[in-house]
């Protein structure tokens, strides 16, 4: 089985208790672990697989938090960094209009620091770059860039979810499309929601944004579509992959819980050729995806509602 590298932020999210209020008025927090590349990890390591989270947090009660949380789960955090500064931190709540109302105080997540000899590790295995909050400069996006260029250079199979987050590129759109450019063109799997899929192509139509994705590099392009379930875009071929239905109670992690499946899945494999010639296989494993991400949607949290292998079974 290969390993699956997942690198980018792990920050603590503290979410209002009294919804319905902005954060002026917010008296009551629950903190929970959150950072999408994390949540990938743990989601493959839920699943019986080898996810290895890279990424940095601060040497506090609130990074040793967050470390257990992955510990817990099996996570191999060996690889990640300890820093001086403080853990990031992330506030939210929703407003009375429905408007989420975020503060974010990025800290030890943008420190990480590139390590070139990682690069021996590599070989052959998965690189996962969710990238959230690395494409918002400092060392982190820098040690993106590198990662990017040793995975490249050491036949892994390369994942990017550009994780867009309204509240953090507020008028700086067009940076982010920029940014995000190199690693649609030069990974094999992309993961878009239906939002990003549009908002990096300029183009509406999912199908034709796929298109934009290919001609630029990707590979293979699964856009989420909610309880819709996944277009799947490869080999010259486009479906959409339902998924099933659930009673849904809290969305938060299903995307990341469908990457990990799906990551999971190819790092199964003994070499990556099936997927770059066998349509039926990428469809059989975006179904068992969709079905990982739909059941996150049934239990309140993101970790905590990761699926189990056994709750993959037919
Ligand atoms: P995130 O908010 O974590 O970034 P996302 O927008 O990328 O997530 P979603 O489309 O919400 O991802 O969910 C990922 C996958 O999980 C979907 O493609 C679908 O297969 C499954 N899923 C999500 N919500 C539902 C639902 N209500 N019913 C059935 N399946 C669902």
């Known amino acids: 089985m290969k390993k699956v590298f997942c690198v980018g932020e792990l920050l603590i999210d503290f979410v209002a208790e009294n919804q319905g209020s902005d954060l002026s008025k917010a008296i009551k ?28 947090v601060g040497e506090d009660p609130f990074g040793h938090f967050l470390l257990d949380v992955l510990k817990a789960e099996n996570v191999d955090i060996s690889l990640t960094q300890l820093s001086d500064t403080f853990t990031t931190l992330a506030f939210v709540s929703l407003a ?90 030069k990974s094999h799997l992309c993961k878009f929601s239906l939002e990003e899929a549009q908002l990096i192509s300029g183009i509406a139509d999912p199908e034709q944004a796929c298109d934009f994705m290919h001609e630029a590099g990707a590979k293979i392009i ?25 009673q849904p109670v809290d969305t938060t992690g299903a995307g990341d819980a469908f990457i990990g499946c799906l990551l999971h899945q190819i790092s199964d494999l003994g070499n990556f050729d099936p997927v770059f010639e066998q349509f039926d296989l990428l469809e059989k494993m975006v179904a068992k995806a969709n079905k990982a991400g739909a059941l996150t949607t049934t239990q309140y949290g993101a970790i905590a509602a990761l699926p189990t292998k056994e709750q993959l079974e037919p």
């Open 29 to 56: 927090f629950t903190k929970k672990a959150g950072g999408a590349p994390a949540n990938v990890a743990c989601a493959i390591s839920k699943l019986g697989g080898r996810g290895i989270f890279i990424g940095c």
């Open 222 to 246: 699964t856009i989420t579509l909610g309880a819709e379930g996944t277009l799947l875009s490869a080999l010259g071929i486009k479906k959409i992959i339902p998924s099933i239905a659930v």
């Open 96 to 185: 009375e209009d429905g408007e989420r109302d975020f503060v974010f105080s990025r800290g030890a997540d943008r420190e990480l620091d590139y390590d070139p000899l990682l690069r021996k590790s590599f070989k052959d295995n998965i690189l996962h770059l969710g990238a959230a909050t690395a494409l918002l400069g400092g060392p982190l996006e820098k040690t993106y860039s590198k990662y990017l260029f040793d995975a490249l250079t050491k036949e892994m199979f390369i994942s990017f979810d550009p994780n867009f987050r309204v509240d953090l590129w507020k008028d700086e759109e067009e940076t982010f499309i920029k940014k995000c450019m190199p690693f649609v063109e």
